[in-house]
């Protein structure tokens, strides 16, 4: 309302020039008529003031700077087992970046995306008897599925403390810190955090709050990093979860030491599933069973020169039901800024759930997998993968191969 009153003044100031050319009476008519209307408007204005005092009026369009970015990631696969072999498109996902900040302090995160999923099995949960006999789901690619990995607000004191709220990932593992999936030299998620944004071991992302931060130890070029969270799963949010994170960072080397813990509930779903897995996991993503869990366990990051490495073992303590442990360990090797070669080698024990096809709680049983991959790198926004995976598959002393290319475009 304020922005009309200099305009007003204008057209008042401006009506004299023309009152040459206009009748004078009606020119004095209509300067009283504008006087008024600015009268009112000025009183309009002043009882809003004394209504909102001296609170601000929250507006829009105000932030300092806004970022826009995002990626394309797609994985084609060549899937051979026991049974039978197949081949064709696995996922594809488009994924946006939205940053926003507002101040020094203040900032928000969001993430939405978009993917078209064909669900790779490397068991076919028609054919039970024949263990190893790859199959797909197929999804409609005309009807993409949305998702949001990240969505929060963020308020920052400093490097020692930032607190985020909303959708949150947490700080557990090697991978799960990182996230940015054009990142990875594998594309395949390790075997107990194959499930994006699942809760299979350690939860991935919770709906609450986070804080994290890092403490510099004097000048030794060491430093903490430090995480805790606490909030609920979308898909159970009655039920608290929490955990935390703390590093020892050696700076000179290149070297991170965590130890991690949490706790919370695992929820069975509504009606129960087969525990065959998808995206080329052999284990379901999902537990019949109701249960609460603790877990605790220790990452190792390691980057020096050429090499990265990434090292996680976890244990998780099942309540009423077979305990999980998972050990993933991964080494890069970049010859050059565009060539990289990697192994990586994951062992995870599902620990047991509800078997619909023994009608009982059975163990869901131990699976290992060794993989070899080669990434290009032909400019920062580009990676293109090649990685053959060998699959000891759980519950039997069946295999299943597979080969993956994958490339993913950032922008």
Do not use: C
Not at 151 to 162: N, P, V
Not at 271 to 282: D, E, I, R
């Amino acid at each position: 309302m304020t922005r009309r009153l200099p305009y007003v003044a204008l057209a008042i100031a401006a009506l004299p020039a023309f009152a040459f050319a206009q009748d004078p009476a009606q020119v004095q008519k209509d300067l009283k008529e504008l006087q008024e209307r600015v009268d009112e408007l000025e009183d309009q204005q002043s009882k809003t003031s004394e209504r909102i005092g001296g609170r601000a009026i929250v507006q829009a369009y105000t932030a300092s700077s806004l970022d826009f970015g995002g990626h394309v990631t797609s994985l084609f696969t060549y899937m051979h087992g026991e049974g039978d072999s197949e081949a064709g498109h696995m996922v594809t996902l488009l994924e946006l970046f939205l940053r926003a900040q507002i101040d020094d302090q203040w900032s928000l995160f969001a993430t939405p995306g978009f993917y078209t999923f064909n669900g790779g099995l490397l068991d076919n949960p028609a054919t039970v008897s024949v263990p190893g006999d790859p199959t797909f789901i197929a999804d409609d690619s005309s009807q993409a599925k949305t998702f949001l990995s990240r969505i929060y607000g963020q308020w920052k004191l400093s490097d020692a403390l930032q607190i985020q709220g909303g959708i949150v990932g947490t700080p557990h593992g090697t991978s799960n810190r990182e996230y940015f999936i054009p990142s990875r030299t594998i594309a395949e998620a390790s075997l107990h955090t194959r499930y994006f944004l699942g809760n299979q071991l350690y939860p991935q992302v919770v709906d609450g709050l986070r804080a994290s931060g890092k403490y510099t130890l004097g000048d030794t070029g060491h430093w903490l990093d430090y995480d805790a969270y606490y909030g609920a799963l979308s898909e159970n949010a009655g039920d608290a979860i929490y955990g935390a994170r703390l590093g020892y960072v050696f700076g000179d080397l290149g070297l991170t030491i965590a130890a991690n813990a949490g706790a919370g509930t695992r929820t069975g779903s509504t009606s129960p599933t087969t525990n065959f897995g998808a995206l080329q996991s052999p284990f379901a993503g999902t537990y019949n069973v109701d249960h609460d869990f603790q877990f605790g366990g220790i990452d190792v990051d390691w980057r020096q020169g050429d090499f990265v490495s990434k090292t996680e073992l976890y244990y998780s303590a099942e309540d009423g039901l077979k305990d999980q442990r998972a050990l993933s360990s991964e080494l890069t090797w970049f010859a050059s800024p565009q060539w990289g070669l990697s192994y990586r080698f994951d062992y995870y024990d599902a620990g047991s759930d509800f078997n619909i096809f023994l009608s009982g709680v059975a163990e869901r049983g131990t699976s290992t997998e060794h993989v070899v991959g080669v990434t290009y790198n032909p400019n920062n926004s580009v990676r293109l993968r090649l990685d053959a995976h060998h699959n000891n598959l759980p519950n039997s002393d069946d295999t299943a191969d597979y080969v993956n290319f994958s490339w993913s475009i950032s922008f």
